[in-house]
């Protein structure tokens, strides 16, 4: 969901040079982490913090910012821009498999000077570092509660085969089989009829995997 916000030049802003703006923008980037929260939460920060790098006295730029990722759905945060009458828009480089641009808008006509033009190349440059090492952790963060709910699934298939094996006295090959049958015939995942055969063993299918975080 996107939301019209403006921000006052005073505010968390990055204009005393290039370094500064990778110290605050890391920063950023760190707080959002910490929180745990999302890419859509970082960017809507990321668009406020745009917005006040282009502002000035009496005309207040309010930002947004779209990603478009690789078989996944767009990301849209900050301004839309309705009612705006000027637009600056900056491409922020990503890698291969995302995009992303920086809308910068403003109740003004011809509101952007060159200077305006160039120090928001320059604050895209820092951004666009940022955004994608937050892209990244994103990844790496939904690959391992992937990886932890794989486990999970393992476990209970594990101990459903164990089971089989006892009762049926038969390898684990055959365990298999006869669980892989089942899920066929009932037309069922492999880890539900698992689920299914461990709670009416144990009464209960919470079993947690062991996996460090």
Known sequence: MREDRAVSSTAHSIRGGVSGGASTLLGLLLQSTRAGSGVDDFLADLASLAAAELSHPGTEVSCGITVHRRKQASIDAGSTGEGSASTLRVPLVLDGDSSAVVNFHS???????????????????????????????????????????????????????????????????????????????????????????????????????????
């Open 107 to 213: 109740p003004r006509t011809e509101a952007f000077s060159s200077e305006d033009v160039e120090h928001a190349h320059l604050f895209a440059v820092q951004a666009s570092r940022a955004l994608l090492l937050a892209l990244r952790i994103s990844q790496l963060s939904d690959s391992r509660d992937d990886l932890a709910a794989a486990m999970q699934s393992r476990t209970i298939i594990d101990i459903a085969i164990g089971a089989i094996m006892a009762q049926n006295r038969c390898g684990r090959e055959a365990a298999f089989k006869i669980l892989r049958n089942t899920s066929n015939n009932r037309n069922m995942k492999i880890r539900d009829v698992a689920a299914a055969v461990v709670a009416s063993i144990a009464g209960d299918t919470d079993m947690t995997a062991r996996f460090e975080e």
